[in-house]
């Protein structure tokens, strides 16, 4: 899954996600914002791409 944070369409983040379901429910979302909850904390952007 590749996003871009805020409007900054150059700084973009790979998250790995392995479960099947996340990937095919971050599939319904794309070219939505979002906000993704991390053990490191909130991720926040225009989700852009998911891949498995």
Not at 6 to 30: A, R
Not at 33 to 40: A, G, K, L
Request: glycine content about 8%.
């Amino acid at each position: 899954m590749s996003y871009s944070k805020g409007n900054d369409l150059s700084e973009q983040h790979m998250v790995s996600v392995p479960n099947p379901y996340v990937y095919q429910t971050l599939q319904s979302v794309i070219g939505k914002h979002v906000v993704i909850e991390t053990v490191r904390g909130n991720i926040r952007g225009k989700l852009k791409d998911v891949k498995p």
